[in-house]
C-alpha cells in the first residue's frame, strides 16, 4: 500500500475514505474511493490501490512512491511528483480532472499506457523541475489543457513516442528555462506553442526524430 501521511485524524466510511488530518495508511485492496482534502505525502513502500483516488488539494509522491492497481487519478487540486536525480517514478493510471500536476527536484515521471484515451493529464501540466523530466510514451491532455515548462526553474518535456497533444503549449513563458525534446512519436498543440515570453525566460524545442505538428501556431518569445 502506498503510505499517505497527513496532519489529523482520518474518516473512513465504506465508500469514500476521506483526511482531514494526520494518518498513514496502509493496508489491502479498498474498492471506494480515496479523498484527499489535506496535504498528503506519498513515500516509499508497499502500495495503495483503490477504486479512486481523488485529489482536492496536494498529494505528494515521493522516492519510491507507487499508486498501484488500476486505481484512477482524479487530480482536482495538485498532484506533486518530488523524485530525485537518478529516481524513476511510472504512473499507468489514468490521471483525470482539473488541478495541476507538478514535477519537481530532479528525478524523472514516466507516463505509460497504450492509448491516448487511457492518459488523461489534468487541464496544467507544470514541470519547474530542477532538470527533472517527463517521459510520455502516451500522453493525452484534454482540448482546453495547457502544458507549462519552465514558468519558474527549469522544465524539460521529453517526448520518446506516442503522441503529446495540449491546446496550449508554453515553454519558458515566465523567468525559468523550458525544453522540449521531441526523438520520436509527435507532439501536437492544438492552438499555440510558445517559446520564451516577457519575463526573461528562455525557451527551446529540439527535434530529432518523430513529428511536430498539428492545426496550433508557433510563437516565438
Known sequence: ??????????????????????????????????????????????????????????????????????????????LLFNQSAGNLLTISNTISGNGTLTLQNSGTLQLSGTAPSTRFIPLNLTINANSGSLITPVVSTTQNGIIQLGQSGTGTLNVAGGFVTSNNLLVGQGNGEGTINVSSGTLSPTAFLTLGGTGGGTGTLNVTGGLVGGSGVLNMG
Request: cysteine-free.
Open 1 to 78: 500500500m502506498l503510505k499517505f501521511r497527513l496532519a489529523a485524524a482520518a474518516i473512513f466510511s465504506a465508500a469514500t475514505l476521506a483526511f482531514f488530518g494526520s494518518a498513514a495508511i496502509a493496508g489491502p485492496v479498498i474498492p471506494g474511493t480515496l479523498t484527499i482534502y489535506g496535504t498528503a505525502t506519498g513515500e516509499s513502500g508497499p502500495e495503495y490501490t483503490a477504486g479512486t483516488i481523488l485529489v482536492s488539494d496536494t498529494v505528494q509522491l515521493n522516492n519510491g512512491a507507487t499508486v498501484g492497481g488500476s486505481a484512477n487519478l482524479v487530480d482536482n487540486g495538485t
